[in-house]
């Protein structure tokens, strides 16, 4: 409750030492916001970065997990591997675009948000950026609440193996090996998780519900002076076991087999001038195993993108673009006439400064989808450095989203609906980023998001709601650098919404973090994470929890760490979704290796 949570941040706060002295912050460069790199400090939209180092520091398994410490993002489960329900800024769990290296990841025969999340894991990742908000100028429809850009590592040239075990039967074996060929720089990841899990339902059977998965990603580029290649391919697969609402006489599990690609040429027209080619394809291979019924998923999205980047002024920059796309289902309860959807955008953006203090980027786009015709959506954003006090930085971001009805929610046997419309939504938000100094900065951003035509679900299937609905609330944080050896992280989220309405989304969210490094050979750190209560489908209540982690590096040598950690340290008992047991207290300890 309040009273035990307020304990937990006093034991987190008392744990650094109370003196300021400057630490070191290194300036990030981001992507997704403008489709090129900018530093973060000028991006007028809410942008949070994941770096390696939170990764590192944070002790979490996959990428759903990490996503909860985002201010303004609430990801919930059904068991580890299971399903992941992901909620911004209040939005639906199909209105996140969520893209690796740029690679489209949603699923056209899912329902809600993409089943990838639910697998993919931190491990080969070098950077995570969440641009929350209407982002389709940049990122396409389906980013109606904001859009999530996993970055991999690539031009690593150190090689890794590591491995851990722990409770309930988990284990991970990894190796990351970067090496040259011809000039080619080449990064190869291969992973190996298993568990034997917990029994994700509190109905239906009493037993141990477990999750595996192999994972192989490469990344390959050469430089050919003014032209440069780049290839990135993932393949992941495995097994999730999972319970039905009744007991059953077999065990019931889904395989999964997901395959991204991408493969594109960047070059250098003149000093002023760049272009970028770019192919990717994403195959989607599901197969469920129930128990009254098996089932089959085959979905495939494949696109095609043409930009250039142009440096009008050395205060303009001119950024437009051609991508097109194509989606394709099929399977047990695909179209049964083997239809696709496809569909050609254009966009245009340009980049102004004003001065040294002011970055303002508008630009519009048009989709035009084969199936439900063209739409046009915008965005602007203005970023200010203000003149009278230095560190403050003022930001507003003002756009439009667009998403068509998924070729599932329109072609499902059982709940599809041909007659739905797109969604398109209305949004903004503003606020404010204080680097007080090196030891200390805050930051708080208002948003409202409002959704017209929003596809919903009842037992009659799926239907456009009527009216619009609206989504608001407020994001703070505040980062503390005590001394050169810690941090502190604090971020809260209020969402203002009827939360009997739009469940699974809590009013309050809080998290911590810190990281403390206690000498040369030992690294401490923690993480809180904490949700007030709120409902889930049929007016089911959610308790209120929180969630501790702490774990210490430990160098062995210049080559060898060895990681303890503890998950869920005070054994919380909590649940994400009703009638499914969060995680128990668990306990890992791994090594890891570079040569």
Do not use: C
Not at 188 to 193: A, D, G, R
Not at 306 to 325: C, D, M, R, V, W
Not at 508 to 520: D, E, Q, V
Request: no cysteine.
């Amino acid at each position: 409750g309040d009273t035990m949570l307020k304990r937990l941040l006093l034991i987190f706060l008392f744990l650094i030492p109370s003196h300021l002295v400057m630490a070191s912050i290194t300036p990030i460069i981001v992507v997704t916001p403008s489709g090129y790199e900018m530093p973060l400090n000028r991006i007028g939209s809410s942008v949070t970065v994941i770096t390696a180092s939170d990764i590192e520091a944070s002790g979490y398994t996959t990428v759903s997990e990490i996503l909860n410490t985002v201010p303004g993002i609430n990801a919930v489960t059904n068991g580890f591997g299971g399903t992941v329900g992901l909620f911004s800024r209040g939005h639906d769990s199909d209105m996140t675009k969520i893209m690796l290296d740029g690679i489209d990841l949603n699923d056209p025969s899912a329902l809600g948000t993409t089943p990838v999340l639910a697998t993919l894991m931190l491990n080969n990742i070098e950077q995570i950026e969440i641009v929350l908000g209407p982002q389709s100028l940049i990122a396409g429809a389906d980013a109606m609440g904001g859009v999530i850009n996993i970055i991999t590592k690539k031009g690593i040239f150190n090689n890794e193996v590591g491995a851990y075990t722990g409770s309930d039967g988990t284990s991970n074996l990894s190796s990351s090996l970067a090496f040259g060929v011809n000039d080619f720089n080449i990064n190869l990841n291969l992973n190996e998780f298993e568990t034997d899990g917990i029994n994700v339902r509190s109905a239906g059977n009493d037993d141990l519900d477990g999750f595996d998965q192999s994972s192989i990603s490469l990344n390959l580029s050469r430089n050919f002076e003014k032209l440069i290649f780049d290839l990135s391919y993932k393949n992941e697969a495995g097994r999730v076991e999972f319970d039905e609402s009744v007991s059953q006489s077999k065990k019931i599990y889904a395989d999964n087999d997901y395959t991204f690609f991408r493969a594109g040429l960047s070059f250098d027209l003149n000093p002023k001038s760049n272009i970028r080619v770019e192919y990717n394809n994403s195959d989607f291979d599901r197969k469920s195993y129930g128990r009254w019924a098996d089932a089959s998923y085959y979905s495939e999205v494949e696109g095609f993108k043409l930009n250039s980047k142009y440096l009008l002024n050395s205060n303009n920059i001119a950024f437009f673009g051609l991508e097109t796309k194509s989606e394709k289902y099929t399977g047990t309860y695909g179209p049964s006439n083997n239809d696709g959807v496809s569909e050609i955008s254009y966009f245009a953006q340009n980049e102004f400064k004003i001065g040294q203090l002011t970055t303002l980027l508008a630009g519009i786009r048009l989709d035009d989808n084969d199936e439900f015709g063209t739409h046009e959506t915008y965005r602007f954003t203005a970023n200010r450095v203000s003149q009278n006090l230095s560190g403050l930085i003022f930001k507003l971001s003002i756009g439009t989203g667009f998403r068509a009805p998924s070729l599932s929610e329109m072609y499902d046997g059982t709940y599809g609906n041909t007659n739905l419309d797109p969604e398109t939504s209305f949004g903004y938000d503003f606020g404010f980023v204080n680097y007080i100094s090196s030891n200390v900065s805050i930051g708080s951003t208002y948003f409202m998001s409002e959704i017209e035509d929003s596809i919903s679900w009842a037992l009659s299937g799926y239907y456009n709601a009527s009216g619009k609905s609206e989504r608001d609330g407020i994001e703070t944080f505040v980062n503390i650098y005590p001394n050169d050896k810690s941090e502190i992280k604090l971020s809260h989220t209020h969402l203002m919404t009827d939360e009997k309405v739009l469940v699974r989304r809590p009013n309050n969210t809080l998290t911590a973090s810190i990281n403390y490094k206690l000498n040369n050979k030992i690294n401490i750190y923690g993480n809180l994470n904490a949700v007030e209560k709120h409902y889930d489908t049929g007016s089911a209540v959610i308790d209120s929890y929180e969630i501790i982690n702490l774990g210490m590096r430990y160098d062995l040598n210049n080559n060898s760490l060895l990681n303890f950690r503890i998950n869920n340290l005070t054994d919380e008992n909590y649940e994400q979704v009703s009638g499914y047991p969060g995680l128990p207290r668990q306990v890992f300890i791994g090594l890891d290796y570079q040569f």
